[in-house]
């Protein structure tokens, strides 16, 4: 089932598109973002990619003329900064990270304002989806895995605006985050391929402040369970959302995969957060 109810995204005709190459693609065995050209005018195009210990991200920035290039530098490497210490901070695979000392009960929430805000977005998605997503709900407690890729991203991306620099793409695996252009001058060129029918003409989008979240499309059956059986998910092969948020997007993702097709419920027309795919196997 595909749904195109978003009304903060521009949908392109993909016949029409088929002439111009997408910036930046989701869905295909090869994740990597599409080379670009020069930038458009002044502006200085970047790309770097980045590996922690249990992702990858690709950052391209747009940086206008007056940063210069040793002020994208260091707004590229506090961004790649933010990215490697909630890693190391937060990871629940490391032992010594807040969130696995949050498990053990060694510290509460409030020990750390960030360790707070991100419990509580868990526990604001877990309202939001019905109970479909629920960070509580794994072997061992708490882990927040369906949505701290997106809360490190929504970070990084911060650092960038702080920075002066409004024009950027950052991906992990099959979710992103755009603002602004990208380095042709234009809105940023998404498509989106189905997660198993090559055959199928992939979604074609244009955006310029968004982010897209994904559960499913690595493969691995059984990375979600079931928060009221603890059983495996197993309905759909995929799930895509769009919204203004990679951390709330990610986790309405996390549990649309969980639900299935009920989970279409909560994507009502006029709402932020609206669901791109949900393939069932």
Known sequence: MWTDEQPRTRWVDPVAFRFRRPDLR????????DRSGLAAGDRIAVRHTVRT????????????????????????????????????????????????????????????PPLAELVDRCAAMRGATDGWFDAWAVPGGFDPGGLLGGWAVERAAARLRAAGIHDYAVLTGADLV??????H???????????????????????????????????RRGHVVDPHTGEPADQLVAASVVG??????????????????????????????????????
């Open 53 to 112: 210990s249990t992702a990858e991200y690709t950052l391209l920035l747009n940086a206008p003329e007056w940063v210069g290039r040793r002020g994208a530098g260091e707004a590229l490497r506090d961004a790649v900064a933010e990215l490697r210490a909630i890693d190391l901070t937060y990871g629940p695979n490391r032992a010594d990270s807040l969130v696995s000392r949050l498990r053990r009960g060694e510290i509460g929430p409030e020990s750390y």
């Open 244 to 281: 203004p948020d990679l951390a709330v997007a990610d986790g309405y993702a996390t549990a649309l995969y969980a639900a299935g097709p009920a989970g279409l419920a909560w994507f009502r027309p006029g709402t932020d957060y609206q669901a791109l795919l949900a393939a069932r196997r």
């Open 178 to 183: 755009v603002r602004g252009h990208a380095a």
């Open 185 to 219: 001058g234009g809105p940023w060129r998404i498509a989106i391929h189905h997660p198993t029918d090559r055959r199928r003409r992939p979604l074609v989008l244009e955006m310029t402040t968004g982010a897209i979240g994904t559960s499913g499309v690595t493969g």
């Open 26 to 33: 989701l869905g295909t065995r090869d994740r990597r973002p």
